[in-house]
């Protein structure tokens, strides 16, 4: 059973960064691939970012490429999304996932975090 903690979140101002982190426990990390999704107020919980057992493979929603960049340190056990010039419309819930393969869906993934919320102030 693995558990993952996200923190990092906060207020930021539009342009502003945030680095969000996701530590896990429990299981061995490196055999997981991790992902970050984000879930606003009355909508579905969306694909953000993913990246591979090995930290080689790297796939990002067309919404944050260029602006946000996921890494992970397998000696950490910890996975990261940098997130620069930030919009309001990033603000969301967001949740690191752990799993089989880097997908884009919820179902690729077993483990899930508790969140951590980020705001954009316009």
């Known amino acids: 059973q693995v558990q993952l903690v996200e923190s990092g979140g906060g207020l930021v101002q539009a342009g502003g960064s945030l680095r969000l982190s996701c530590a896990a426990s429990g299981g061995t990390f490196s055999r997981y691939a991790m992902g970050w999704f984000r879930q606003a107020p009355e909508k579905e919980r969306e694909f953000i970012s993913a990246v591979t057992k090995s930290g080689s493979g790297k796939d990002y929603t067309d919404s944050v490429k260029g602006r946000f960049t996921i890494s992970r340190d397998n000696a950490k056990n910890t996975v990261y999304l940098q997130m620069n010039s930030l919009k309001p419309e990033d603000t969301a819930v967001y949740y690191c996932?752990?799993?089989?393969?880097?997908?884009?869906?919820?179902?690729?993934?077993?483990?899930w975090g508790q969140g951590t919320q980020v705001t954009v102030s316009s």
């Open positions: 996932a752990a799993g089989s393969v880097a997908g884009r869906s919820v179902s690729w993934y077993d483990y």
